[in-house]
C-alpha cells in the first residue's frame, strides 16, 4: 500500500512537472503566435503598399525614362526591402508550422500521460479501505478474544464442576465403604449371636437336663459335631428370650451403633427361630 502510494505521488509530481513545463510552452507559443500575427499584418501592409508601389510604377512607367539616376536607386532600395522581408515571413512561416508539430507532439504526450494518471486514479479508487479493513480485523481480533475468554471461564467452571465431581464421588466412595464395614460388622455380630445363642442352648439344655435328675454322661457332654438343625430345634424358654435381648442390646452398646436396626433384625430372626421350635 505504501509503494502504490509512493509511485502515485511520483507519478502526480512527474505530471505535475510536465504540466507546467506544458503551460510554459504553450505560452512561448501564444507569444510567438503574436509576433507571427503581427508580423502578416505588417506583412499584409507591405503588400498593400506594394500593390499601390506596382500601381504607381505601372502609373510612372511612362515617365520612368524621363527619371534621372536617383529615382531608379530609391526604387531598388525599396525592392530590396521587400526581399527581406519576404525572407523574413517565409522563416517565421516555417518556424510557425515547426511549432504547430511540437505543440501537436506535446498534446499527443498530455494525453498519454493523462490516461495514465487517470487510470492510475481508478486503480487507487478501486483499492480497498485500509482503515475500514484495519477496523474490521480489530472486530474480528476483539471477537476471537471473546471467544478465548469464554472458554476459558467455561474450562474455569468445567474444572470447578469436574473438582466437585470428585469431592462428591469420594464421599460417595467413603460412604459406601462404610456401608460395606457395618454390612460386614453386622454378618459378624450375627455369627457372634448365632453362636452365643447356640451356646447358651446348650447349657440350659444341659441344666435342665441335670436338674431332671438325668445321670447319663452322654446326655451331658456335648459333641461339637452336634448337628445345628437340633441345636435350633430345641425348646427355649421365656427367660431364654429376655437372655437373648440383653445380649444383642450390650453388643450393640459395644459395637457404636447409634441403631439397634441390625441387632432387632438378628433378635426377631432368633425369636421366629424359637416360636418355631
Known sequence: MSKSIY??????????EMLSSLK?????????NKKIDDTLK????????????????????????????YGNSEYNKIIDRLRLENATIRELKEERGDLRVLLQDYHNTLEVVMKKHRQI??????????????????????????????DMVFSAVANEVLHDLDVYENANRDKDERLAMLEYENKVLYGLLFSTFKRQKISKNCIKKSLNGNSDSNNTIVDEDYP???????????????????EGINLSSQSGYESDDSVQTVIYRSNDSTNDS
Not at 509511485?7 to 505535475?16: E, I
Not at 506583412?43 to 527619371?67: C, M, P, R, V, Y
Not at 486514479?121 to 469464554?150: F, Q, W, Y
Open 24 to 32: 510554459d510552452f504553450i505560452t512561448t507559443l501564444n507569444e510567438k
Open 42 to 69: 505588417t506583412t499584409k501592409a507591405i503588400e498593400k503598399k506594394l500593390h499601390d508601389l506596382s500601381q504607381f510604377n505601372e502609373n510612372t512607367e511612362k515617365g520612368e525614362s524621363a527619371k534621372g539616376y
Open 121 to 150: 486514479v481508478r486503480e487507487m479508487s478501486a483499492m480497498p479501505n485500509m482503515e475500514e479493513i484495519i477496523r474490521n480485523t480489530e472486530c474480528k481480533l476483539n471477537d476471537a478474544c471473546n471467544k478465548v475468554h469464554g
Open 7 to 16: 509511485a502515485y505521488n511520483d507519478t502526480s509530481s512527474s505530471v505535475q
Open 228 to 246: 445345628h438343625d437340633d441345636m435350633l430345634t430345641e425348646p427355649v424358654g421365656q427367660d431364654n428370650e429376655i437372655i437373648y435381648e440383653e
